[in-house]
């Protein structure tokens, strides 16, 4: 019963060059949300999508960021232009219908950007 | 708009000592509550949940953690810590009757000696 899956681990991007981040929700679950990390910060909110649809989009940047969750395959974290500021470790969670309401998410291990 | 404070960004315990992180919520009804963990480098388990009814609900590893509406607090506790409990903690706020976002605190890092 594989969790919450992100590609790739580590992604080292010079600046003015895309970053595509992958991530599969768990099996069933149809509920995925982006969150950045910056170092010594906590967690903070991107992007909540459904399938094919963007939920709630408040928490990203209003350029370069873009997400996607299609019918079949990974939601995509897309960021055009990378720029220092931009490293970070980047979350996926994901969630199953019923609990969509309650929160109750189920992060992957990360995508630690680098961007030099 | 929800907030969390965690306002220990760093405690240090001896092994087989008791902890309790504090974590204090700002809204205006009664959120979902959530603690994590992470592990350097790693992404976030989560801990214990708080959604309603008994407000001290047990979670993994021996943690606890306790509801108080009136202090609008949600403290993280473990009656005894071991060595494998240094990481990061997390507490966040999840808006009630909305699929929605997580809101997190900026995290206490626990150091356990031996």
Known sequence: ?116 | AQSVTQPDIHITVSEGASLELRCNYSYGATPYLFWYVQSPGQGLQLLLKYFSGDTLVQGIKGFEAEFKRSQSSFNLRKPSVHWSDAAEYFCAVAVTGTASKLTFGTGTRLQVTL
């Open chain 1, 1 to 116: 019963n594989a969790g919450v899956m992100q590609n790739p681990r580590h992604l080292v991007r010079r600046r003015g060059q895309e970053a595509r981040l992958r991530c599969s929700p768990m099996k069933g679950h149809s509920h995925v949300y982006w969150y950045r990390q910056l170092p010594e910060e906590g967690l903070k909110f991107m992007v909540y999508l459904q399938k094919e649809n963007i939920i709630d989009e408040s928490g990203m940047p209003k350029e370069r960021f873009s997400a996607e969750f299609p019918k079949e395959g990974p939601s995509i974290l897309r960021i055009q232009q990378v720029v220092r500021g931009d490293s970070a470790a980047y979350f996926c969670a994901s969630s199953p219908p019923e609990q969509g309401g309650r929160g109750e998410q189920y992060f992957g291990p990360g995508t630690r950007l680098t961007v030099t």
